[in-house]
């Protein structure tokens, strides 16, 4: 049973960066596909990144591209988001998740296909 732990949230100036990570522990994530969500106050969980097994592709929701960077560490059992740039609107808790597909399958953005969640890191973007 596989279980992550996201870090990295905090309070930053609008233009600010920080760098969120996605732990995993109990089993290797690396065959699995990985994905950063958010959920704003009073809003709907949305889409940010996701990332193939290997790293090799990844998919951005079009708010966030050219400032969202997801990458992982398949020798850490770590996933990252470096997010440049920010503005309020980024603001909500971020939540890392893990779609245990045979590695080479499609790779997905979409919330439904991810099945193992981590508890949320909170980023507040103050403008």
């Known amino acids: 049973q596989v279980q992550l732990v996201e870090s990295g949230g905090g309070l930053v100036q609008a233009g600010g960066s920080l760098r969120l990570s996605c732990a995993a522990s109990g089993r290797t994530v690396s065959s699995y596909a990985m994905g950063w969500f958010r959920q704003a106050p009073g809003k709907e969980r949305e889409s940010v990144a996701s990332?193939?097994?290997?790293?090799?592709?990844?998919r951005y929701t079009d708010s966030v591209k050219g400032r969202l960077t997801i990458s992982r560490d398949n020798a850490k059992n770590t996933v990252y988001l470096q997010m440049n740039s920010l503005k309020a609107e980024d603001t909500a808790v971020y939540y890392c998740?893990?779609?245990?597909?045979?590695?080479?399958?499609?790779?997905?953005?979409?919330?439904?296909?991810?099945?193992?969640w981590g508890q949320g890191t909170l980023v507040t973007v103050s403008s």
């Open positions: 990332i193939s097994w290997d790293g090799s592709t990844t």
């Open positions: 998740a893990a779609d245990r597909q045979l590695a080479g399958s499609t790779l997905y953005l979409d919330a439904k296909y991810f099945e193992v």
